[in-house]
């Protein structure tokens, strides 16, 4: 291949090194274009890539959505933790549920043998040697509903001939209804235990034998929710005061449309309030406004509005988000892998000093746990902090 030569001209060897510029200005500005381009597919790759492999394991997704036909490979370290020391099922020393026996059935039918099952001689007349008892009990037809009349009564009085009224109570204030226990039955089917109104009112005739409607049930729900207004304040109140809340928010449907559940729970209280995902629709329950305790969470940003509250991480949403995180880069992200069995390890021993009496963990253990906490969030961090990528991204978010 032969070179083209010079231009011996001054002027003209000017004017190809100015053209020569442009062009290497150009084809730079191109690959750093072609490069940004190709950083923006990656990271939309890597994003498709780890919302096609999300699951009820790695993610808010409900079980329900999990593909039925895809089966995850079995993984020796699937569960992000090291086995422990307790098996499945009851626990030792935990409180049994086995039926006894009842001193006076209902019934008793005697099974006794009719030929001998030796020589098949006959039985009858030979007196029981053993007997071994067995009970089996089973649910009685539903009584009939009580129906109790009350018979509003009036007086004239003969000294001023002022009629009197006798009062009946509150709930008979018709000429026939159901009592307060029905209503109360209504509301447990419905509310407590989430069925829909028809099938409500069936099982609520074949237990108690009373005829309702569905127009009647929907109306319960309405009129129980009336009775709890003074006692959704009291709980309220009682949430506000509350060292520590768990809150979250879920979809569900109601009337017709997609809305969002919001939940502020403690251990024995639970308020509930529906609306979309905003700040305002947080701040409608009443509790979060002004609060200056811990309220423990999942990442999602609609509560940072709330700075007078110390904000904690779920640790149900933290080792979920970090099996994501190393499920899909495994190599990468085994600090995160670390991460989740330290978590765990400080949880069990936690409860293991709760169940010993104990207020806090011995210093050498929290000082331990704490060290390598920060070992691990540091590796988390050095590793991540200065790569491209949505998964180092949420790993940079997840370490500290």
């Known amino acids: 291949?032969?070179?083209?030569?010079?231009?011996?001209?001054?002027?003209?060897?000017?004017?190809?090194?100015?053209?020569l510029s442009a062009v290497i200005q150009a084809k730079d500005a191109q690959i750093r274009q072609l490069e940004a381009q190709v950083a923006t597919l990656t990271a939309r790759v890597e994003e498709l890539e780890r919302g096609r492999r999300k699951d009820s394991r790695t993610s808010s997704k409900p079980p329900s959505s999990d593909p039925i036909f895809t089966k995850q490979p079995k993984r020796t370290d699937r569960s992000?933790?090291?086995?422990?020391?307790?098996?499945?099922?009851?626990?030792?020393?935990?409180?049994?549920?086995?039926?006894?026996l009842v001193e006076e059935p209902a019934a008793r039918v005697e099974c006794w043998p009719g030929v001998c099952a030796g020589c098949g001689a006959d039985l009858t007349?030979?007196?029981?040697?053993?007997?071994?008892?067995?009970?089996?009990?089973?649910?009685?037809?539903?009584?009939?509903?009580?129906?109790?009349?009350?018979?509003v009564g009036a007086k004239v009085c003969p000294a001023c001939g002022t009629t009197s009224v006798g009062a009946a109570p509150a709930h008979a204030s018709g000429r026939a209804q159901y009592g307060p226990e029905a209503h109360?039955?209504?509301?447990?089917?419905?509310?407590?235990?989430?069925?829909?109104?028809?099938r409500a009112g069936r099982l609520l005739g074949q237990i108690t034998g009373l005829a309702v409607s569905e127009?009647?049930?929907?109306?319960?729900?309405?009129?129980?929710?009336?009775?709890?207004?003074?006692f959704v304040a009291h709980v309220r109140a009682?949430?506000?005061?509350?060292?520590?809340?768990?809150?979250?928010?879920?979809?569900?449907?109601?009337?017709?449309?997609?809305?969002?559940?919001?939940?502020?729970?403690?251990?024995?209280?639970?308020?509930?309030?529906?609306?979309d995902r905003s700040a305002e629709a947080i701040d409608a329950g009443g509790v979060l406004p002004g609060y200056d305790g811990i309220?423990?969470?999942?990442?999602?940003?609609?509560?940072?509005?709330?700075?007078?509250?110390?904000?904690?991480?779920?640790?149900?949403?933290?080792?979920?988000?970090?099996?994501?995180?190393?499920?899909f880069e495994p190599g990468a992200q085994r600090w995160a892998h670390a991460m989740a069995e330290l978590l765990v390890e400080a949880r069990d021993a936690a409860e293991a000093a709760r169940a010993a009496g104990q207020t806090a963990l011995a210093p050498a253990v929290l000082a331990d746990l704490v060290g390598r906490y920060r070992a691990l969030a540091a590796q988390g961090l050095e590793v991540n902090q200065h790569r491209p990528g949505r998964t180092a991204a949420d790993a940079v978010r997840l370490a500290p």
Request: with cysteine; glycine share 12%; aromatic share 6%.
């Open 295 to 327: 309220i423990v969470r999942d990442g999602y940003g609609g509560y940072a509005h709330l700075t007078e509250a110390l904000h904690a991480w779920c640790g149900a949403h933290l080792l979920r988000d970090l099996r994501d995180v190393y499920e």
């Open 215 to 230: 127009g009647w049930v929907a109306g319960v729900r309405g009129k129980a929710a009336g009775l709890l207004e003074d």
């Open 1 to 19: 291949m032969s070179e083209t030569p010079l231009p011996a001209d001054p002027a003209q060897l000017r004017t190809l090194v100015v053209e």
């Open 184 to 198: 109360a039955q209504a509301a447990n089917l419905t509310c407590a235990n989430f069925l829909p109104v028809g």
């Open 125 to 151: 007349g030979v007196p029981v040697g053993a007997a071994q008892r067995r009970q089996v009990t089973e649910p009685g037809p539903p009584p009939p509903p009580v129906t109790t009349e009350y018979v």
């Open 238 to 275: 009682l949430l506000r005061d509350a060292p520590a809340l768990h809150v979250d928010e879920t979809p569900a449907r109601t009337a017709g449309g997609l809305a969002y559940v919001h939940v502020a729970c403690t251990r024995y209280l639970t308020l509930l309030h529906v609306g």
């Open 80 to 100: 992000l933790r090291e086995r422990g020391q307790r098996r499945a099922g009851k626990q030792p020393g935990a409180p049994g549920a086995t039926m006894r």
